[in-house]
């Protein structure tokens, strides 16, 4: 598995990164502007065959983000933002870095944070200031699909900005790309030779939403053979979760769960082992159209699972540090591995415990 991802990474040290931001700003006219800029996307023949495999023994690996964010504000278009780059590129072009990681796994979970529609419809109230709503056409469905994700969690603040009609839009969007998906009622599975991943998808905005996670992780339990839980709250821009949620986390893990993984401060924040089972609190952004300027750190978490005649017999997971741009100062929704040594070694100090900052 490793082997694998150095050999990814050692393709991708061959891109070219953008120019530095003049002091001026950012310049829509400027073909050099990294706003503008295209990176080289490098060649890749689809997944490197695993060896030694059969249906009595095998690996399965999944590959886990943070917040995708594949709109703009209002759905609107405006120079530089989100729907100005779909308007211009092609749906490969945001993924295109890491999709020989998706394409080499078996599957790709992300948490798609906005809603996708093709209708004018109302934005749903909101009491918090600022607020915010954000949706783009369902053809963005396609960005997902063209480069190796294969489910979603709609789970999340932003599937709801335009009431019930903009989650059930935004779920026949994405599986009509042929997306699997989960929300607070909804489970999904991940299937190899028979062998069964249960994703369980849901808002933790207080320590008591635990308990009915809890009851979903016992009902899949009937369905499946190992347990994942794909959380959405917590406070924004820290990087330390809140007592609260680190209690609510181990509860999850105390009630069955085997790998917690929690999105939406928008940063990334540490993991910790926990009775054996890993806890990672914050993935952060991935690709996001929600800032011109997002905290530039954030990983794939990948998760390994070797079966051997229908049991787990080994239990691996990687971090893989990534940028949310490669844009220099300005977000051109490109993200990609990092490949300077002295920043991965950054963010897994920081994901581990022992740095301050992932950045």
């Known amino acids: 598995m490793k082997r694998r991802l150095a050999a990814l990474l050692a393709v991708l040290q061959l891109l070219v990164w953008a120019a530095p931001v ?70 490969e072009y945001f993924l295109q870095h890491v999709s020989p990681i998706f394409g080499a796994d078996d599957f790709t979970v992300v948490n798609l944070e906005n809603v996708l529609t093709d209708r004018a419809l109302t934005p749903k109230e909101k009491s918090t200031d600022p607020a915010y709503w954000y949706r783009a056409p369902t053809a963005n469905a396609e960005i997902l699909a063209s480069s190796g994700v294969e489910a979603v969690s709609l789970a999340n603040n932003h599937t709801g900005d335009y009431g019930a009609a903009g989650y059930k839009d ?69 990087h330390a979760p809140e007592a609260w949620r680190v209690r609510a986390s181990r509860r999850l893990i105390e009630g069955g769960a085997e790998l917690v993984l ?62 949310v741009h490669t844009g220099s100062t300005v977000n051109n929704y490109c993200p990609a591995p990092i490949t300077d040594e002295e920043q991965r070694k950054q963010v897994l100090d920081f994901m581990d415990g022992s740095a301050k900052s992932p950045c």
Not at 75 to 87: P, Q, S
Not at 187 to 208: D, M, P, Q, S
Not at 290 to 318: C, D, F, K, M
Request: include cysteine; charge should be negative.
């Open 22 to 91: 003049s002091a001026a700003g950012w310049d829509p006219t400027d073909p050099n502007d990294p706003l503008l800029w295209e990176p080289d996307l490098p060649e890749f023949d689809g997944p490197m065959p695993r060896t030694g495999e059969t249906e009595d023994a095998f690996s399965i690996v999944i590959s886990f983000t943070g917040d995708m964010l594949l709109a703009s504000l209002h759905g609107k278009r405006a120079a530089g933002n989100f729907l100005d780059y779909t308007a211009k590129r092609e749906p």
């Open 170 to 238: 935004t779920a026949k969007a994405v599986a009509a790309a042929g997306l699997e998906y989960g929300g607070n009622d909804r489970t999904f599975y991940l299937e190899k030779n028979g062998y069964r991943v249960a994703v369980i998808c849901h808002g933790l905005w207080n320590e008591g939403q635990a308990a009915g996670i809890v009851r979903r992780i016992k009902a899949a339990e009937k369905e499946s053979d190992f347990q994942v839980v794909f959380y959405h709250g917590g406070k924004e821009g820290v």
């Open 262 to 323: 929690g999105n939406h401060p928008h940063v990334l924040q540490p993991r910790e082992v926990y009775k054996g089972r890993e806890i990672v609190y914050s993935l952060g952004n991935f690709c996001y159209g929600g800032s011109r300027r997002p905290e530039n750190r954030t990983i794939i978490y990948q998760l390994t699972l070797r079966v051997e005649n229908g049991e787990l017999a080994e239990t691996e997971s990687e971090m893989i540090p990534c940028y």
